[in-house]
């Protein structure tokens, strides 16, 4: 029988509170614990050994992971659960627990994962991403189009015949000025180029029907911020699209390619999308490269 005393100390850390309260809804694994909290594997290893010496949680082997489950009793938990409400994290773990076992579920998402893994792997003529992405943008059918962060706008440039009108934002004007002769040449006149910030995009509240964010949000000083101010400048109903790195450690990208962050966690983008406001926010890694330094593309997108 576990120490009562010793269990109350341990009870006394709020991260190991946490943990229990998680475990207490849904059998874990370290990496899954790691995503939902935000902390380093070691931390939380060794916070799952303590509660473990004492017979708070237990552990078996599925696969390559240590899946943990709560063992504490009724008693140890109620006063767990009392102690939660002196902890403001704990309200962000349980939305993100229900992300996180969204991910889990979805099997429809695993087996499209394994074929879009196919494709591409054998040679057929003029069959390749590129061409299917260009076929998905002709059906789209959106009115008014943010495009944050453009800079040349090339994706603004296609997006432009299926749009009633497009916005192009972008903080360099030798990009705007190369921008808006491009739309000039070609013929655009519904694709206006816009010399701004991200976090404070020139557009009016509540106008634009689609905003995206490819590959900048990482260029963002505060990406909450350029979140939120696309939430403000969505009309109701409005979606998000994100195309960002997932979180990496290849530091010469910051002079290489001037990011300001080195990618972000499923996790980490879902939680600042969700404070922006958005509803139904969905992540996914949708392509990794095959060459060093490995990088992969998160997708996330939500409404408003």
């Known amino acids: 029988m576990s120490s009562i005393l010793k269990s109350l100390k341990l009870l006394s850390d709020p991260t190991r509170i946490r943990i229990l309260l998680l475990l207490a809804t849904e059998s874990l694994n370290v990496a899954e614990l790691q995503e939902i909290l935000g902390m380093g594997q070691s931390?939380?290893?060794?916070?799952?050994?303590?509660?473990?010496?004492?017979?708070?949680?237990?552990?078996?082997?599925?696969?390559?992971?240590?899946?943990?489950?709560?063992?504490?009793?009724?008693?140890?938990?109620?006063?767990?659960?009392?102690a939660a409400d002196e902890i403001p994290e704990v309200a962000a773990d349980s939305r993100t627990l229900a992300h996180i076992l969204r991910k889990r579920r979805d099997t429809t998402r695993a087996y499209f994962d394994a074929l879009a893994g196919k494709f591409g792997k054998s040679y057929v003529p003029g069959r390749s991403w590129k061409s299917l992405a260009e076929a998905m943008l002709k059906i789209l059918n959106y009115k008014v189009v943010a495009d944050l962060g453009a800079g040349e706008g090339t994706l603004a440039q296609l997006m432009a015949p299926r749009a009633e009108k497009v916005i192009a934002i972008d903080n360099s004007p030798k990009m705007v000025e190369f921008g808006k002769q491009l739309a000039k040449d070609h013929g655009f006149s519904n694709l206006e180029y816009r010399l701004g910030d991200i976090e404070s995009p020139p557009i009016d509240d509540n106008s634009v029907d689609l905003a995206i964010f490819s590959q900048a949000?990482?260029?963002?000083?505060?990406?909450?911020?350029?979140?939120?101010?696309?939430?403000?400048?969505?009309?109701?109903?409005?979606?998000?699209?994100?195309?960002?790195?997932?979180?990496?450690?290849?530091?010469?990208?910051?002079?290489?390619?001037?990011?300001?962050?080195?990618?972000?966690?499923?996790?980490?983008?879902?939680?600042?999308?969700e404070k922006a406001g958005f509803q139904r926010v969905e992540t996914t890694i949708v392509d990794k490269e095959s060459e060093a330094p490995y990088f992969q593309t998160l997708l996330a997108t939500a409404e408003k």
């Open 43 to 82: 931390r939380i290893s060794t916070q799952l050994s303590q509660l473990r010496q004492e017979g708070l949680v237990t552990s078996a082997r599925s696969g390559k992971n240590n899946v943990y489950a709560m063992s504490a009793p009724d008693s140890l938990m109620q006063v767990a659960r009392q």
């Open 217 to 273: 949000l990482h260029h963002a000083e505060h990406p909450e911020k350029a979140l939120a101010s696309a939430y403000r400048i969505l009309a109701p109903g409005g979606r998000i699209i994100v195309l960002d790195l997932l979180q990496h450690s290849f530091e010469q990208a910051r002079d290489l390619y001037a990011d300001t962050w080195l990618g972000f966690s499923e996790v980490d983008l879902y939680k600042m999308m």
